[in-house]
């Protein structure tokens, strides 16, 4: 599973957000075979040295310890941890990232970030969430070996979703959120309907789609696995085989009780 120079290969799972994709990583991260970034890190300035014990201690640790909406050690998106050892650019785009937003200094950078975790924690396969914006190109352009899941969700649980978040910023209108402007005809349809905020949570969850479309037609279907979060939580078992077979990785004892 290494690529041709022997770097770990990174696997990104994606989605909009409230989608499932959390579930999605933190399930996969208790094979044994995998790296991630784990939420201490985020919170806290350590060395990448530190990231050594992270499978360890996920999948050693009680369920109710990695358990999700209470205090707990799991994997993370990391964008505090982004933002100090990379950039924000990551974290907080009005846009979609393309290739050419990759400068040197990020390439540098991004690459310094995760491989140093990798080879701390001694794996082949690294792993790491991000939601909203796909960023596709931008992550193409610096690991032209990465493999993306895609976890996507139906639109309106979503859309249900991000209006009961107290940190979804739709309520002050496209002008307040991260998004940047509406275009012009997804506009056209917020004031059509009376501003209503769930359309506009609709609108938002639909202008994500389409980059992830756009973006993933430049992918080789090899390289782009689309997992829907509704047949996940309907065949988890199948789902899941199907998304290590992508990652190259086995169905382990290890994995089998993490799961």
Known sequence: ????????????????????????????????GLGF?????DRYPLPPAAARWNGRLYRGLPARATQKGRLRYAPSEAY?????????????????????????WLDRRLRQFFLSRASAQQVEVFIHKLTG???IGFLDAIFPEAR???????????????????WWLGYGGPERWQWGS?????????????????????????????AFDAAASSLPPERWLEVR?????????????????????????????GF
């Open 1 to 32: 599973m290494t690529s041709v120079d022997g770097r770990p290969r990174m696997i990104f799972v994606l989605g909009t957000g409230r989608c499932g994709s959390t579930l999605v990583e933190e399930i996969l991260c208790r094979h044994p």
């Open 37 to 41: 970034v784990s939420n201490l890190e």
């Open 80 to 104: 505090r941890a982004l933002d100090r050892e990379v950039s924000p650019v990551l974290s907080t785009p009005s846009r979609d990232l393309q290739a050419s937003d990759v400068t040197p």
């Open 133 to 135: 914006w796909p960023r």
């Open 148 to 166: 993306f899941i895609h976890v996507i969700r139906d639109g309106r649980a979503v859309a249900n979703s991000w209006l009961q978040m107290p």
């Open 182 to 210: 509406l275009p012009p005809e997804l506009a056209v349809e917020w004031e059509a309907s009376g501003r209503s905020f769930a359309v506009l949570a609709g609108l938002l969850w639909a202008l994500l789609i389409d």
């Open 229 to 257: 979060y509704e047949d996940v939580t309907a065949r988890p078992r199948q789902e899941f085989e199907s998304m290590l077979e992508f990652c190259d990785l086995p169905w382990d004892d290890g994995f089998e009780g």
